[in-house]
């Protein structure tokens, strides 16, 4: 069963950036949509962005023109770049794989890291 590792959370102020990672241990990455979700306490995980595998990629709303996914193939990473972070930002976000892309419905991800927490301050 694959393994996806998060890193690269932290804190931030608002305006900030941050990068996210996902590691990969196999090559899954190369084939399957990738996505990013988050989740705060209480709340229901959202979908962030996704990745097909042909490249396609799709970002909810709120995100669109502030976060970037991106992948490398040959360290089978993915990415988050976080720009112009706001508050409303702060979650625990995690990378999730699918053989299909499943947009922003969890269910439709198979396989999942342990998440990496995000904190914006105003």
């Known amino acids: 069963q694959v393994q996806l590792v998060e890193s690269g959370g932290g804190s931030v102020q608002a305006g900030g950036s941050v990068s996210l990672s996902c590691a990969s241990s196999t090559d899954i990455i190369n084939t399957y949509c990738m996505a990013w979700f988050r989740e705060a306490p209480g709340k229901e995980r959202e979908g962030v962005a996704t990745?097909?595998?042909?490249?396609?990629?799709s970002y909810t709303d709120s995100v669109k023109g502030r976060f970037t996914i991106s992948k490398d193939n040959a360290k089978y990473i993915l990415y988050l770049q976080m720009n112009n972070l706001k508050p409303e930002d702060t979650d625990r976000y995690y990378c999730a794989a699918a053989p299909v892309c499943g947009g922003a419905d969890s269910n439709a991800y198979s396989d999942w890291g342990q998440g990496t927490q995000v904190t914006v301050s105003s």
């Open positions: 990745l097909d595998s042909d490249g396609t990629t």
